[in-house]
């Protein structure tokens, strides 16, 4: 017992490190180590994941909540959109066979990639626009000298929309979605990217929350393998939260970019050949 | 002060406390779960494990209640299932916390978004019932 309980939790370490480490979160990492090389069917790493996510968000938000990064507002309207896509996307998890999740992970990886690369959104909005004036959306920030500057808040409704696509990613594939999340805040909403950054890691918890209840009614949530992988993830993300300011950010977006494509790759074949 | 100032401040407070209070419990639970699993039943664990590898692993959904028994009467299956249950309510308890405040403050957009939210995750235990 002690030998597969020790090689999932290193896993699990490994995935929620590397995940920190680029932005993009354990559970686009933990999912593919568990299938490819723990041999773990498709179901239950998602399962198994979609718990960790939660565990990771929580841990992560504390202090971003605490520091006021987070846009608690925006946080709890983007909510309704992002537990609906989930509910939807960890209903669909159960219909859908092993090799098409498989084929729809590998291109969602191919998506993170791609977002990498992806520059941030324009400059801020001093002003929301009158629907998000109404909901009172717009906060404050702290710019690179260290003064408090007010922001405004646009484009709700595309934002919504991407955010039930989110929802629909999280629960079908055992991820955050934090790259979509971060995009509809940043470049659509205008948020700050820190603030958006921050949103989203809050928002990941309820809509992975969302997905991790459907499949833990279901049953289908191995506790043999999402304990050691909802630890290990944990511990993984924290220490590579503590170690990235101190990394070349730069150099390792690129490796993470290599490393997503050949992955993605892997996974892609491996659905191939089941369908 | 005006409301939402006052609104945030609670919410700055205590929804990391929330937050973190749950995640432990959790962690802990899951930590002396395994410890326990490795101690009484490391043959289960181990046999469950192959099972779930061969996709063959098929288990009832148990209730809160059920899973509380079965921890208590030392149970490693329970106990582990348990712990991860205690996590995935961190959005659970947090969502639940912000709704009674938006009520208190009166705040009605907000208490329909986070009563929406409350549902569907509480509708989440149901739809994976039935799917």
Known sequence: MLTIVAALFTL????????????LGGGVFIVPALVLLAHIPMN????????SVVATSA??????????WTNLRVAMILECATVTGALTGAYLAGVFSAPVLEMLFALMMLQSAYFSLRGHGESLVSKSDPLCERLQLGGTTTDEHGRTVGYGVTHLPIGAVLMVVAGVM?????????????????????????VSSATSNFMIGVTAGAGALVFLSRGDVAATV?????LGVTAGALTGSRMLPHLPSEALRKLFVVLLILIAIEMGWRAYSGL | MDAKAD????????????????????????????IYTGIREP?????????VQGGTATRPAEDFIELVNGSLSGDAHSMLTLG????TLVPLGRVAFTLILFIRERDVVYIAATAYVLTALIAGMMLGRIG
């Not at chain 1, 999280?170 to 820190?194: C, E, H, N, Q, W």
């Not at chain 1, 999402?226 to 909802?230: E, F, K, R, W």
């Not at chain 2, 945030?8 to 930590?31: G, S, Y």
């Not at chain 2, 991860?84 to 996590?87: A, D, I, R, S, Y």
């Open chain 2, 43 to 51: 043959a289960y664990y181990v046999s469950r494990y192959r099972l």
């Open chain 1, 12 to 23: 699990a370490v490994g995935a929620g490190f590397v995940g920190a480490l680029s932005g």
């Open chain 1, 59 to 68: 841990g992560a938000s504390v202090a971003f909540v605490r520091d006021g």
């Open chain 1, 44 to 51: 239950v790493a998602v399962g198994a994941s979609l718990i």
């Open chain 2, 7 to 34: 609104e945030e401040k609670i919410l700055r407070t205590w929804t990391p406390f929330l937050l973190r209070t749950i995640l432990i419990a959790a962690t802990l639970i899951l930590i002396f779960g395994l």
């Open chain 1, 226 to 230: 999402a304990a050691p992988v909802a």
């Open chain 1, 170 to 194: 999280s629960g079908l594939l055992g991820i955050g979605a934090g790259a979509v999340k971060v995009t509809a805040m940043d470049y659509f909403m205008r948020l700050p990217l820190k």
């Open chain 2, 84 to 87: 991860l249950l205690v996590l």
